[in-house]
Every structure is written in C-alpha cells, then in structure tokens.
C-alpha cells in the first residue's frame, strides 16, 4: 500500500447466534448486523506482507510489516531490500505522515495524498475496514437490498452515506457474504460521479483467537484515467499485541508537497 502511494484487556470476540440463511435473505437488516457481529474485532493488528503491486503501469514486489491500532492509528513499513526499510506511513483520522528512505524526504499531511495516488475517496476508517474484511460502520444502513448471488449473500445499497455527514456524495456499494461464516468475501465500492471504484476481494482466511482475519487480499483502484492494484499475504499475524508505530523523521530528510 505504502509503495503504491509513495516511491512507492484484549477484545473478545462479538459473536451473536447465527440465523438461518433463508431468515437473512427477508431481512437486510438482519444479514447486516449478523455481518458486523462476526467481523474482526480488535486492540491491536500485526502482520508481515508481501505480494506484487500495479502502479502507473508498472509492476511491483512489496514486502514488510502491517500493523493497526483500531481506530487510531495505521501505520506500514516496507522492507523489500534484505529486509532494509525503503519506506514507512503513519496513517491516523486526520494526519497521514509518510517517510522515503530511498530519496531522504518525507511528508505530512491528510488523506488526500493517498486518495491523489490512488483515485479515490478513502477515510480511515473506510482504509481499516478494507484491509481487516470489515464492514463501514460509519456509513447508512437503510436502504441494502439482500439476494442470493453465486453461492454467497449479495448485500446492495445504491446510495450509502457518512452518518457524520448525509450531505456528502453516496456511494453505491455491494458486499458478497459468505453463506458460512458471514465473513466479506468481496465489496465493491462505486462513486459514480467522480467514477471511482475500490474493490477489495478476500480469498483466504485464518482464525486467531477464535476470529477469522483475511490473510490473502486483492485490492483493485480505478478512476476515469488510472489503475492501481494491490495483492497480498500476510504471515505472522497476532491480535491484541500492543505494537509499537513510532515515526521520526532526520534531520536531513526534505519536506515534500503534493
């Protein structure tokens, strides 16, 4: 992620009773919240990554660590050179700070340097979901339709919004569910005035502490005039590990705009 976009206590487990399939396909409402009673539910992620990155027309193989403190803090380090850090991103509600060790420069500023690299219009909750298989919580809920789609739930809204903020463009939005676990096995967002979709598909999952975490992703940007993509495993996964996200920058490195 971080390349694409630059040189590139403990919880338990939500768990309701799960309802029957056909009781999900009357109710949207149900399915929705059986959805986000079997999300991942968290303090703290950590995983090592790697995979291969499409960006401007070109190919990329990405390495390094993944780390989340929900809802505060995102941060990624990439290590694709003998295990050298090349590059690190610090990403939290309103501040994206973003360092280059390959060039000696850094920056700091909002989500608009990730969503100017990608195409799109991302928040941090919106990015956290997507690399976790969640859900937006932070969006509508009242108008999903539910059907039966290729063996999985089809979830479909038309017009989705920021419960912060109604009066912000919609989105459309599908989520495919898996018939067994209720876990997202595909979502597709669409911003049909500024044509922009995010779409993120989960192929393989592994349970930690009786939750199941997407391990293998595949994330696909695309606007009017750009592509970008984004596939990946990760390893070494552990839940509710306090994790460090320091972020400093040299006193040589040059300050970037965008």
């Not at 295990?83 to 700091?108: H, W």
């Not at 209720?182 to 967002?189: D, F, G, L, S």
């Not at 996964?237 to 300050?255: A, C, D, G, H, I």
Request: charged share 25%; glycine share 4%; hydrophobic share 40%.
């Amino acid at each position: 992620m971080i390349l694409l976009a630059g040189s590139f206590n403990a919880c338990k487990p939500r768990r309701d009773i799960t309802p029957a399939i056909d009781d999900l396909l009357r109710s949207p409402e149900r399915a929705i919240r059986t959805m986000h009673a079997n999300q991942a539910n968290f303090d703290f992620f950590s995983a090592r990554f790697s995979g291969n990155a499409f960006w401007e027309n070109s190919n990329y193989n990405v390495s390094g660590t993944l780390r989340i403190q929900k809802d505060q803090a995102i941060f990624l380090s990439v290590t694709p050179l003998l295990g050298i850090e090349v590059a690190r991103v610090l990403i939290t509600p309103d501040t994206v700070k973003f360092l280059n060790r390959l060039q000696s420069s850094y920056f700091i500023g909002d989500m608009r340097f990730i969503n100017n690299m990608l195409g799109t219009d991302l928040d941090f909750y919106m990015l956290q979901a997507i690399l976790t298989g969640n859900d937006f919580e932070h969006f509508t809920n009242d108008n999903f339709r539910i059907s039966d789609d290729r063996g999985m739930l089809l979830l479909s809204s038309p017009s989705r919004r920021r419960q912060d903020n109604r009066q912000a463009p919609p989105i459309e939005h599908n989520i495919w569910l898996d018939r067994e676990n209720y876990r997202i096995r595909q979502t597709i967002v669409y911003d049909s005035e500024k044509r922009r979709m995010i779409r993120a598909d989960y192929k393989g999952f592994e349970r930690l502490d009786g939750q199941l975490l997407p391990n293998d992703l595949a994330l696909t940007f695309t606007d009017a005039s750009s592509r970008a993509e984004l596939a990946y495993r990760t390893s070494r996964t552990s839940l509710n590990s306090p994790q460090e996200m320091t972020f400093s920058v040299p006193s040589r490195y040059k300050l970037i705009d965008f």
